[in-house]
């Protein structure tokens, strides 16, 4: 059973060496004359103000959340998917309650406002 | 992995070693057939010329920008972190190369059949998100970071109906391995019983590839380069190598999962079972490569019309509209399969 994942072993190990064989190539082969000026991040031609790993936006955390949710949701799913033909009605009722209350639950955020990035209509 | 044997005169070669093989060099090679591809594409649409001067029409202008980004200088910008820096840019090219290894190309043309390919998939494919994401961390610029988070959060949103949109092939197949879902399809394309399902799929495949009418993450007129802004030589280049062999895999995905693989339209009324192996091989990769080619140029296509999205409206595209819609289908379909079996 096992031995059908080593060729993705072996791919693997062919991906990452070619990976790094493009890495080392462009240093071997590229000049490297650094200076401060080359060196700074770019921000439009300015000396860059600050740090840039600073605060940013809470949607993003947001939809962060939902999606951990989401995708629990769609691999309780995927076994259930395979067999569900011989599962028997009650497990098709209890998935099919399951799916919808996750869906009332997108709806309700949807309806929150969580997931809005209209700027115009945003409430958090 | 596959058990199948082919036998030249005194020399026994397994057949995955043979698929792996060539499947390798075509991932690589498509990427720079698809780099000329979509620039003399490009070029039409916009009635340009495009390329022609490197070699007879231009063929070898992948070749120049391979070779120029090689010998271009390889910068890190001051307090970003140097390791992550340089590992992000492998992340997306492993993760694409390694998707090579459960897609079957022809009947019995796989290099392994794992029972749980599409999961495999999935998984290699959101490993991809962390490349885009790191790289945007790692460099210390304000454009990189806003780029690597819009592409962390427009990804992670895509994957939600596009898992759904799998998950509805899967309630038809039976089967998570993807030879069982290609083999299953040999009468009736999905798309055919499934049409919501494929232009879902297709949607999010293309919001996975992050171009155009969904290139948010990179958005030259308000971020600059976005998560590459810091990125020069061939760390840059393995980026856009990497682009466009999400591209590729994002034609054989649509290819495999809704349109019938390497099967014809409704094979089973015209192509004979007992038909030469070799002939049969010819065929189905024939037909395999030609639909990953159609689909190809539909990226391209689409890129080179469509504009880009706002960053608002392609979030409400994601959650508001495909989500529920993909998990309205996949429960119809689950109901309509459950009662006529």
Partial sequence: ?124 | MNPAILEIGPLAIPVWAIVLGVGMISYLNSAAILVYAERRIAAFIQNRVGPNRVGPFGLLQPLADVLKLLLKEDVTPTHGYKKLHAIAPMIPVITALLSVAVIPFGAGLYVTDINAAVLYLLAVASLGVYGVTLAGWASNSKYSLLGGLRAAAQMISYELPMGMAVASVILMTGSLSLVDIAESQSMWWNFFVNPLGAVIFIICAFAESNRTPFDLVEAEQELVGGFHTEYSSMKFGMFFLAEYMHVFIGSILITTFFFGSYHLPFADLYIPADMNIWLKGILDVSVFTLKVCFWCFVFIWVRWTIPRFKYNQVMKLGWARLLPLSIINFMVIATIMYFTN
């Fill in chain 1, 1 to 124: 059973m096992l031995d059908s994942y080593f060729p993705i072993l072996i791919l693997a190990g062919i991906a990452i060496v070619l990976a790094l064989l493009l890495m080392t190539l462009s240093r071997i082969l590229g000049p490297y004359r650094p200076n401060k000026h080359k060196l700074n991040p770019y921000e439009s031609g300015m000396d860059p103000v600050g740090e840039a790993r600073e605060r940013y936006s809470i949607s993003f955390y947001l939809v962060a959340m939902e999606f951990i949710v989401f995708d629990l949701e769609v691999v309780f799913i995927y076994p259930w998917a395979v067999r569900y033909l011989d599962l028997g009605l009650g497990t098709f009722i209890s998935m099919m309650v399951f799916i919808t209350i996750l869906l009332i639950g997108l709806l309700y955020t949807l309806k929150k406002g969580t997931l809005d990035w209209d700027l115009k209509t945003n409430k958090i």
